[in-house]
């Protein structure tokens, strides 16, 4: 499907994902309009070719775009954005929210901007700042098949998208990835680990295992920066943290224990507190300190500030 190049984009959100992912859109000739709370991070852009605007709601009111993507923090940053700019959304104007918030947050906003005439789709991403530059994003999008195949386009040009039902299920497929990503994150820290402990090389541990059953794209990214010890950030703890906690709330709704699910959330609530915007890789710190003594390799840790 051939991109839509007249379509206006207003881009709401250009944080570590947001950058490169407006980028992407850019250097496809759509014309995009950008917004960020610290406009420094959005006039980054403008030697792109985005326009800047200083707030959301003139983003939409300048720009006449008729699809808005929200790439924010929380659910609670793109309902508050969303109320901002309801008032100047152009009708039948497409909200996709590329955040990963709460499937439920996802169904009430999918309802409030239907009321109003406008249709929306969830589409959080997975693929880390890396997959966001080479637009290689796993997107999984939660919209109505029409609303899908008008803006299959436009995502196809950030990464890989894939509908994976109704509204709402694109952040419930990203909390299954999230899911798999938190829980394999720390089996790598403990096999990396225990390998290290037990008298082994763990880098060439890791190397053996690679190509096996246990390859992974965990192993391989997340496990040599444990080996590296740098931590500076991908995907952050506090981002891991918040995905874990809606994890068990949509797990809670659904009737299903998780019960491996509750062992890393209660890893990730810890680091929160010491280590928040370090990459998630840092949950190799947690198990380091649930073994005094025990460390992997002798370099100094590399952390943000």
């Given at each position: 499907m051939k991109p839509v190049l007249e379509t206006k984009i207003v881009f709401l959100g250009i944080g570590l994902m947001g950058k490169p992912m407006a980028r992407r859109l850019l250097a496809a000739a759509y014309p995009v309009t950008v917004w960020n709370r610290t406009y420094a991070k959005a006039a980054a852009l403008e030697p792109d070719g985005a326009k800047v605007a200083a707030t959301a709601l003139e983003a939409v009111q300048q720009s006449g775009a008729g699809v808005i993507i929200t790439?924010?923090?929380d659910g609670n940053a793109v309902a508050e954005v969303i109320q901002d700019i309801l008032p100047a959304l152009r009708a039948g104007s497409t909200v996709i929210d590329m955040s990963s918030i709460q499937q439920a947050q996802a169904q009430v906003l999918h309802a409030q901007l239907q009321a109003h005439g406008h249709q929306f789709m969830d589409a959080p991403v997975s693929g880390g700042v890396?997959?966001?530059?080479?637009?290689?994003?796993?997107?999984?999008?939660?919209?109505e098949m029409a609303v899908y195949q008008q803006m299959e386009a436009?995502?196809?040009t950030m990464g890989k998208p894939m509908r994976v039902g109704g509204p709402g299920t694109g952040q419930l497929a990203k909390l299954c990835n999230q899911l798999i990503v938190g829980g394999t994150i720390n089996i790598v820290a403990e096999a990396l680990l225990?390998?290290?402990a037990g008298g082994a090389d763990p880098a060439a541990?890791?190397?053996?295992?690679?190509g096996g059953f246990a390859e992974s794209r965990i192993l391989e990214?997340?496990?040599?920066?444990m080996l590296d010890r740098t931590f500076m950030p991908g995907g952050q703890v506090k981002s891991q943290a918040k995905d874990m906690e809606n994890i068990l709330l949509a797990?809670?709704?659904?009737?299903?224990?998780?019960?491996?699910t509750s062992l890393v959330s209660e890893v990730y609530r810890g680091l929160l507190q010491t280590y928040p915007h370090a990459d998630h890789s840092a949950a190799l710190l947690a198990l380091e300190q649930h073994n005094p003594g025990k460390r992997l390799g002798e370099?100094?840790?590399v952390l943000p500030d």
């Open positions: 790439m924010l923090e890396i997959g966001a530059e080479a637009g290689t994003l796993a997107i999984m999008a939660g919209a436009i995502l196809a225990l390998a290290q541990v890791r190397h053996a295992l690679r990214v997340h496990g040599q920066r797990a809670q709704d659904a009737g299903v224990s998780l019960p491996i370099q100094p840790d």
